[in-house]
């Protein structure tokens, strides 16, 4: 049984996973902490992680009604995340692979979210197509074997991820932290017509895979000055409804077009992002249309977790990957290359 362990952003995750099924897991969040600042404080999530990880991991050892010589493996985010975050993370899967005598994995947090849908719908299958959509990340990938083949970045964000965009105009609107939830909340009394959004690189000469929300932020945003500036109430619920809107719209569309020209027929939409009620809908119609298997996490897996670590180092340890070494160190802007510090090598 692998034991995951993630600590990238606020929450502290622990998960267990064996041959592909999730035993038991755990997130403890620092989330509330933040929310007066409008924002992940990095300082205060790294103190969090460092108070949460121990407990988080005998939380879903109890989950899973197991115990520490359960563990065979230890699997951990080594980035990208917050340096300070990470560090704690990395420290506590040392301390836990050391005391058990177990090996250690050193995972890509982007490549733990899509793993996340495996331990609800099984294996992947290779290849298919993936839409990434988190706080910090909105790339299109073609995913072969996660644990030996390289990941192709067909596109990714020239500017703000859609979760930044969500975000950041929910405070604009002021609505609550953190945004994504709030205006998932607001839009259900909302018309999503009402807001003509702009939908941008979607045009004929655009990069078909490239994603860029920074525009519709603005626009967002200036649409809530112009009323402020009239004096007229802010139609809330309206702008959260168009704002999603556009945002589900163009990832779907871009999405649905890259399965269908990369001939894959399946396609897996993960992180956070993924939750949102209206990209969901919105991806499921759109690829009953095309004839494409959609694929998207349970909500729970959907935003950081320890499972989707264990996910991974599970595929890594049946596959046969070398472990890394006990003095691996994080890196907060890995890119993503391959799933794990070390994939298994092609012969
Ligand atoms: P990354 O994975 O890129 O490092 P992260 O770990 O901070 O970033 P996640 O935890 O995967 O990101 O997702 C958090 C993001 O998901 C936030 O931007 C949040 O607003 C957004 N989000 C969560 N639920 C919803 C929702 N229902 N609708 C829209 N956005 C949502
Ligand atoms: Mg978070
Ligand atoms: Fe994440």
């Given at each position: 049984m692998v034991l995951g362990i993630e600590s990238s952003c606020d929450e502290t995750g622990a998960?267990?996973?064996?041959?592909?099924?999730?035993?038991?897991?755990?997130?403890?969040?620092?989330?509330?902490?933040?929310?007066?600042?409008?924002?992940?404080?990095?300082?205060?999530?790294?103190?969090?992680?460092?108070?949460a990880a121990a407990p988080v991991v005998h939380a879903a050892l109890a989950d899973a009604g197991l115990t520490m010589s359960d563990i065979d493996a230890v699997a951990v985010t080594t980035g990208p995340g917050l340096s300070g975050a990470l560090q704690v993370g990395v420290a506590a899967a040392k301390g836990f692979a050391y005391?058990?005598?177990?090996?250690?994995?050193?995972?890509?947090?982007?490549?733990?979210?899509?793993?996340?849908?495996?331990?609800?719908?099984?294996?992947?299958?290779?290849?298919c197509m993936?839409?990434?959509?988190?706080?910090?990340?909105?790339?299109?990938?073609?995913?072969?074997?996660?644990?030996?083949?390289?990941?192709?970045?067909?596109?990714?964000?020239?500017?703000?991820?859609?979760?930044?965009?969500?975000?950041?105009?929910?405070?604009?609107?002021?609505?609550?932290?953190?945004?994504?939830?709030?205006v998932d909340r607001a839009a259900r009394e909302g018309n999503p017509r009402a807001v003509?959004?702009?939908?941008?690189?979607?045009?004929?000469?655009d990069d078909r895979y490239a994603f860029s929300f920074s525009g519709l932020k603005t626009a967002a945003a200036r649409w809530a000055e112009q009323h402020r500036a009239a004096g007229l109430p802010l139609p809330v619920a309206d702008g959260a409804a168009s704002l999603q809107e556009a945002i589900a719209d163009?990832?779907?569309?871009?999405?649905?077009?890259?399965?269908?020209?990369?001939?894959?027929?399946?396609?897996?939409?993960?992180?956070?992002?993924?939750?949102?009620?209206?990209?969901?809908?919105?991806?499921?119609?759109?690829?009953?249309?095309?004839?494409?298997?959609?694929?998207?996490?349970?909500?729970?897996?959907?935003?950081?977790n320890g499972a989707m670590i264990a996910?991974?180092?599970?595929?890594l340890v049946r596959a046969g990957a070398e472990p890394a070494p006990l003095d691996v160190s994080i890196d907060p802007s890995a890119p993503l290359e391959y799933a794990a510090l070390h994939p298994v090598a092609r012969k």
């Open positions: 998960g267990l996973v064996q041959d592909g099924k999730l035993l038991g897991h755990s997130v403890a969040s620092s989330m509330d902490e933040h929310a007066r600042f409008g924002g992940v404080v990095p300082e205060i999530a790294a103190r969090a992680h460092v108070h005391s058990l005598g177990v090996p250690l994995y050193g995972v890509h947090h982007l490549a733990g979210h899509v793993a996340a849908d495996t331990l609800e719908h099984g294996p992947l299958p290779n290849p993936v839409l990434i959509v988190s706080g910090g990340h909105t790339s299109l990938l073609l995913v072969r074997d996660l644990a030996r083949d390289p990941i192709v970045h067909l596109g990714d964000t020239l500017d703000d991820a859609a979760g930044e965009c969500f975000d950041k105009v929910a405070r604009v609107f002021g609505l609550p932290y953190p945004g994504g939830p709030a003509a959004f702009p939908r941008p690189l979607t045009g004929p000469r163009v990832l779907t569309r871009k999405a649905v077009a890259a399965c269908k020209e990369h001939g894959v027929g399946t396609l897996v939409v993960v992180g956070g992002v993924a939750a949102n009620s209206r990209v969901r809908a919105l991806a499921e119609e759109r690829c009953a249309k095309a004839g494409i298997t959609l694929r998207v996490p349970p909500l729970r897996l959907c935003t950081d996910a991974v180092g599970d595929l």
